[in-house]
Protein backbone atom coordinates (compact mmCIF):
# COMPACT_ATOMS: atom_id res chain seq x y z
CA UNK A 1 0.00 0.00 0.00
CA UNK A 2 1.50 3.61 -1.05
CA UNK A 3 1.67 6.25 0.82
CA UNK A 4 -1.52 7.65 -0.55
CA UNK A 5 -3.53 4.69 -0.44
CA UNK A 6 -2.58 5.25 3.37
CA UNK A 7 -3.21 8.77 3.72
CA UNK A 8 -6.89 8.13 2.44
CA UNK A 9 -7.29 5.01 4.30
CA UNK A 10 -6.58 7.27 7.58
CA UNK A 11 -8.60 9.94 5.83
CA UNK A 12 -11.45 7.73 5.70
CA UNK A 13 -11.37 6.75 9.30
CA UNK A 14 -11.15 10.15 10.92
CA UNK A 15 -14.06 11.07 8.80
CA UNK A 16 -15.69 7.95 10.57
CA UNK A 17 -15.05 8.48 13.73
CA UNK A 18 -14.87 6.38 16.48
CA UNK A 19 -10.94 6.33 17.25
CA UNK A 20 -10.25 9.32 19.53
CA UNK A 21 -14.22 10.37 19.80
CA UNK A 22 -17.61 8.48 19.53
CA UNK A 23 -19.02 8.70 16.20
CA UNK A 24 -22.71 10.66 15.44
CA UNK A 25 -24.77 7.26 15.11
CA UNK A 26 -23.33 6.43 18.86
CA UNK A 27 -24.03 10.33 20.02
CA UNK A 28 -27.85 9.92 19.11
CA UNK A 29 -28.60 6.74 19.88
CA UNK A 30 -31.73 6.31 22.00
CA UNK A 31 -31.98 10.27 21.94
CA UNK A 32 -35.52 10.81 23.64
CA UNK A 33 -37.66 12.95 20.76
CA UNK A 34 -39.57 15.03 23.69
CA UNK A 35 -36.31 16.21 24.39
CA UNK A 36 -35.04 17.45 20.65
CA UNK A 37 -36.07 21.15 20.90
CA UNK A 38 -35.15 21.71 25.00
CA UNK A 39 -32.55 24.22 25.27
CA UNK A 40 -29.97 22.97 27.93
CA UNK A 41 -28.70 25.55 30.55
CA UNK A 42 -26.29 28.04 29.48
CA UNK A 43 -26.55 26.98 26.01
CA UNK A 44 -28.51 28.96 23.48
CA UNK A 45 -29.32 26.33 21.02
CA UNK A 46 -31.41 22.77 21.48
CA UNK A 47 -29.74 19.15 20.57
CA UNK A 48 -31.47 19.80 17.24
CA UNK A 49 -29.77 23.03 16.40
CA UNK A 50 -26.88 21.92 16.94
CA UNK A 51 -27.11 18.75 14.41
CA UNK A 52 -28.61 20.44 11.97
CA UNK A 53 -25.76 23.04 12.23
CA UNK A 54 -23.87 20.17 11.93
CA UNK A 55 -25.24 18.93 8.88
CA UNK A 56 -25.21 22.65 7.01
CA UNK A 57 -21.77 22.82 7.63
CA UNK A 58 -20.61 19.73 6.58
CA UNK A 59 -22.93 20.14 3.59
CA UNK A 60 -21.45 24.01 2.89
CA UNK A 61 -18.03 22.27 3.11
CA UNK A 62 -18.86 19.54 0.26
CA UNK A 63 -20.54 22.39 -2.04
CA UNK A 64 -17.46 24.32 -1.91
CA UNK A 65 -15.44 21.21 -2.23
CA UNK A 66 -17.10 20.47 -5.66
CA UNK A 67 -19.28 23.23 -6.91
CA UNK A 68 -17.85 25.77 -9.21
CA UNK A 69 -20.56 28.05 -8.29
CA UNK A 70 -20.55 28.20 -4.97
CA UNK A 71 -22.00 30.72 -3.03
CA UNK A 72 -20.90 31.43 0.55
CA UNK A 73 -23.41 31.76 3.30
CA UNK A 74 -23.94 34.44 5.64
CA UNK A 75 -22.09 34.07 8.88
CA UNK A 76 -23.13 32.74 11.30
CA UNK A 77 -27.47 32.77 10.40
CA UNK A 78 -26.31 30.84 7.59
CA UNK A 79 -24.96 27.90 9.50
CA UNK A 80 -27.55 27.66 12.55
CA UNK A 81 -31.34 27.06 12.30
CA UNK A 82 -33.38 30.08 13.63
CA UNK A 83 -33.40 30.04 17.54
CA UNK A 84 -37.16 29.92 17.95
CA UNK A 85 -37.04 26.61 14.79
CA UNK A 86 -38.59 23.06 16.23
CA UNK A 87 -38.02 20.24 14.68
CA UNK A 88 -40.71 16.92 14.95
CA UNK A 89 -39.10 13.16 15.06
CA UNK A 90 -39.40 13.04 11.11
CA UNK A 91 -37.52 16.27 11.19
CA UNK A 92 -34.78 15.03 13.34
CA UNK A 93 -34.41 11.82 11.42
CA UNK A 94 -33.93 14.07 8.34
CA UNK A 95 -31.09 16.10 9.48
CA UNK A 96 -29.45 12.67 10.39
CA UNK A 97 -30.00 11.28 7.29
CA UNK A 98 -28.97 14.01 5.17
CA UNK A 99 -25.96 14.32 7.51
CA UNK A 100 -24.64 10.63 6.80
CA UNK A 101 -25.47 10.98 3.13
CA UNK A 102 -23.28 14.23 2.72
CA UNK A 103 -20.70 12.48 5.00
CA UNK A 104 -20.98 9.15 2.43
CA UNK A 105 -20.35 11.64 -0.66
CA UNK A 106 -17.42 13.23 1.22
CA UNK A 107 -16.11 9.36 1.31
CA UNK A 108 -16.54 8.76 -2.48
CA UNK A 109 -14.54 11.48 -3.06
CA UNK A 110 -11.65 10.50 -0.48
CA UNK A 111 -12.29 7.06 -1.74
CA UNK A 112 -11.49 7.91 -5.61
CA UNK A 113 -8.00 6.74 -6.76
CA UNK A 114 -8.63 9.63 -9.44
CA UNK A 115 -9.22 12.59 -6.72
CA UNK A 116 -5.98 14.91 -6.21
CA UNK A 117 -6.48 15.59 -2.87
CA UNK A 118 -3.40 17.87 -2.49
CA UNK A 119 -4.01 20.22 -5.29
CA UNK A 120 -5.52 23.78 -5.07
CA UNK A 121 -9.46 23.42 -5.56
CA UNK A 122 -10.02 25.50 -9.21
CA UNK A 123 -12.62 27.80 -7.54
CA UNK A 124 -11.46 27.40 -3.60
CA UNK A 125 -8.89 30.30 -2.85
CA UNK A 126 -6.20 28.09 -2.96
CA UNK A 127 -7.57 25.81 -0.37
CA UNK A 128 -7.06 22.15 -1.31
CA UNK A 129 -9.85 19.22 -0.94
CA UNK A 130 -7.02 17.32 1.70
CA UNK A 131 -7.76 20.83 3.94
CA UNK A 132 -11.69 20.70 3.20
CA UNK A 133 -11.67 17.04 4.54
CA UNK A 134 -9.77 17.89 7.59
CA UNK A 135 -11.95 20.55 8.41
CA UNK A 136 -15.13 18.32 8.28
CA UNK A 137 -13.25 15.92 10.34
CA UNK A 138 -12.37 18.41 12.83
CA UNK A 139 -15.82 20.43 13.20
CA UNK A 140 -17.57 17.03 13.25
CA UNK A 141 -15.75 15.56 15.70
CA UNK A 142 -15.89 19.01 17.59
CA UNK A 143 -19.35 19.06 17.63
CA UNK A 144 -20.25 15.17 18.05
CA UNK A 145 -18.21 15.37 21.50
CA UNK A 146 -19.87 18.71 22.71
CA UNK A 147 -23.42 16.79 21.57
CA UNK A 148 -22.47 13.92 23.90
CA UNK A 149 -21.63 16.40 26.91
CA UNK A 150 -25.15 18.08 26.27
CA UNK A 151 -26.57 14.63 26.71
CA UNK A 152 -24.83 14.51 29.72
CA UNK A 153 -25.94 17.82 31.25
CA UNK A 154 -29.80 16.95 29.85
CA UNK A 155 -29.17 13.71 31.39
CA UNK A 156 -30.32 12.13 28.23
CA UNK A 157 -28.57 9.23 28.19
CA UNK A 158 -29.88 5.87 28.95
CA UNK A 159 -29.37 4.42 32.20
CA UNK A 160 -25.82 3.11 33.02
CA UNK A 161 -24.12 4.32 30.19
Same mark, same amino acid.
Given at each position: @??????????????????????? +????????? @? #???? %??????? !? %???? +? $?????? %??????????? *? *? !??? @?????? !????????? #?????????????? #??????? =??? #????????? +??? &???? *????? =? +? $?????? &? !???????????? @????? %???
Amino acid at each position: @MGAEDVMRTQLLALLDGGNAHMT +LDEAVADFP @M #DRIN %TTPPNVP !Y %TPWH +L $LEHLRL %TQRDILDFARE *S *S !YTE @MPWPEG !YWPARDAQA #DPAAWQRTIEQFRE #DLADIRA =IVA #DPQTDLEAP +LPF &GRGH *SLLRE =I +L $LVADHN &G !YHIGEFAILRQV @METWP %TGQ
